[in-house]
T-cell receptor, first 115, second 110 residues
Framework: DAGITQSPRHKVTETGTPVTLRCHQTENHRYMYWYRQDPGHGLRLIHY???????DKGEVSDGYSVSRSKTEDFLLTLESATSSQTSVYFC??????????????FGPGTRLTVT | GQQVMQIPQYQHVQEGEDFTTYCNSS?????IQWYKQRPGGHPVFLIQ?????EVKKQKRLTFQFGEAKKNSSLHITATQTTDVGTYFC??????????FGAGTQVVVTP
């Protein structure tokens, strides 16, 4: 498996609290992604990064922000968690642009429950 | 926007049987990728198809990319219990962002 770790692996938090999930890679890949996975929806892109301090929105970005201050770290922040953000969050990396036929490598996931 | 649809959503297969899962995009794809996710695990890259009409095989798995590059299929022969999991197809939209299908969950009965 690619060198991708996510922390925490499990978290339970209350509605309205801020939450930050961390993705760390040791592959020096340029592109990093945050997805959420919910039953019946597959994987949906939240935000992605194409370099340090370069980020863009995905299809379900409302309520989420990201930051990438170093190549190896990509942070996902829920400013004020809501129950609809209960999900499994996956980080992924790729060496190059996906439309240029680079594959993605996924981290182990973070299971987040918002009560 | 682009939509990627997968059918069927669930597939119950008797061990030893063959089955096929299908992926359809509303737009032409530059490439399509397939991933497998075991229960409780994370998606793992299986293969990528780039050329129109391309066919690739991995042991008992056969992947095909349609001539119009808008659909793809995964055919598994002689299903084994190790094939259990959810299979996702995914392709980039015109902005390069990946769209995943909802997946086909495969259950194998011994």
């Amino acid at each position: 498996d690619a060198g991708i770790t996510q922390s925490p692996r499990h978290k339970v938090t209350e509605t309205g609290t801020p939450v930050t999930l961390r993705c760390h890679q040791t592959e020096n890949h340029r592109y990093m992604y945050w997805y959420r996975q919910d039953p019946g929806h597959g994987l949906r892109l939240i935000h992605y990064s194409y370099g340090v301090k370069d980020t863009d929105k995905g299809e379900v970005s409302d309520g989420y922000s990201v930051s990438r201050s170093k190549t190896e770290d990509f942070l996902l922040t829920l400013e004020s968690a809501t129950s609809s953000q209960t999900s499994v969050y996956f980080c992924a990396i790729s060496e190059g642009e996906l439309r240029s036929s680079y594959e993605q490598y996924f981290g182990p996931g973070t299971r987040l429950t918002v009560t | 926007g682009q939509q990627v649809m997968q059918i069927p959503q669930y597939q119950h297969v008797q061990e030893g049987e063959d089955f096929t899962t299908y992926c359809n995009s509303s737009t032409t794809l530059s490439n399509i990728q397939w991933y497998k996710q075991r229960p409780g695990g994370h998606p793992v890259f299986l293969i990528q198809l780039v050329k129109s009409g391309e066919v690739k095989k991995q042991k008992r798995l056969t992947f095909q990319f349609g001539e119009a590059k808008k659909n793809s299929s995964l055919h598994i022969t002689a299903t084994q219990t190790t094939d259990v999991g959810t299979y996702f197809c995914a392709g980039p939209d015109s902005w390069g962002k990946f769209q995943f299908g909802a997946g086909t969950q495969v259950v194998v009965t011994p």
